[in-house]
């Protein structure tokens, strides 16, 4: 059994992570930018720390789990950019992506679909809503009790809004293969 992404919100663990629906691990790591052709290496979160040492200014370790193919990334993340994800969600491809910023929040939630950019929100500030569908998630948040005016930036709140976005996509991300697993990776800058 894989774990949720509630464990996405806690600190310095993990920057950034997109998935991708419908497309493999390997094609996820080539729409974010690896070399054509480009062989992955099994690698840990440490030696995508040390390749970033190395003089790569982004790698990415990827996985497959309920579906989605997902992309750790570490350094200056491909995926966290508009460019990134509408190159991902090409094809009728559905991304998620997730820019874990405790240091200066909110974290940011985003969702596009086949290019387009459907829906987005501060985790933490769900009344502020942006995209082509910024509704979207609304009655997942409201069940929840986030919304109409659940607390703003509060750890439950945020809690509640990655439960809501987990279950609206069935998104799931495995801790421990994330922290202390080898997973393929790639360079992508």
Same mark, same amino acid.
């Given at each position: 059994?894989?774990?949720?992404? $509630?464990?996405?919100?806690?600190? /310095?663990?993990?920057?950034?992570?997109?998935?991708?629906?419908?497309?493999? +691990?390997?094609?996820?790591?080539?729409?974010?930018?690896?070399? @054509?052709?480009?062989?992955? &290496? !099994?690698?840990? @979160?440490?030696?995508?720390?040390?390749?970033?040492?190395?003089?790569?200014?982004?790698?990415?370790?990827?996985?497959?789990?309920?579906?989605?193919?997902?992309?750790?990334? /570490?350094?200056?993340?491909?995926?966290? *950019?508009? $460019?990134?994800?509408?190159?991902? =969600? #090409?094809?009728?491809?559905?991304?998620?992506?997730?820019?874990?910023?405790?240091? =200066? !929040? +909110?974290?940011?939630?985003?969702?596009?679909?086949?290019?387009?950019?459907?829906?987005?929100?501060?985790?933490?500030?769900?009344?502020? #809503?942006?995209?082509?569908?910024?509704?979207?998630?609304? !009655?997942?948040?409201?069940?929840?009790?986030?919304? +109409?005016?659940?607390?703003?930036?509060?750890?439950?709140?945020? &809690?509640? *809004?990655?439960?809501?976005?987990?279950?609206?996509?069935?998104? #799931?991300? +495995? &801790?421990?293969?994330?922290?202390?697993?080898?997973?393929?990776?790639?360079?992508? &800058?």
């Amino acid at each position: 059994m894989s774990d949720g992404i $509630g464990w996405l919100l806690e600190p /310095y663990l993990v920057d950034c992570v997109t998935f991708a629906s419908g497309i493999p +691990p390997a094609a996820l790591a080539a729409r974010l930018g690896s070399g @054509a052709g480009e062989e992955a &290496r !099994p690698g840990s @979160a440490q030696d995508a720390e040390e390749a970033l040492g190395s003089g790569a200014l982004c790698v990415a370790r990827v996985g497959e789990v309920a579906g989605w193919a997902f992309a750790v990334e /570490y350094g200056d993340a491909v995926g966290a *950019t508009g $460019g990134g994800l509408a190159a991902v =969600s #090409r094809g009728g491809v559905a991304a998620v992506n997730f820019l874990l910023t405790p240091w =200066s !929040p +909110p974290s940011l939630f985003r969702h596009y679909l086949d290019g387009a950019y459907v829906t987005g929100f501060g985790v933490g500030k769900e009344a502020m #809503r942006y995209g082509a569908e910024p509704g979207l998630l609304v !009655p997942a948040l409201e069940a929840l009790g986030v919304l +109409p005016s659940g607390p703003q930036l509060d750890q439950r709140g945020m &809690r509640l *809004t990655m439960l809501a976005i987990q279950d609206h996509f069935g998104l #799931r991300l +495995p &801790r421990r293969q994330i922290l202390d697993g080898k997973l393929p990776m790639y360079h992508l &800058r």
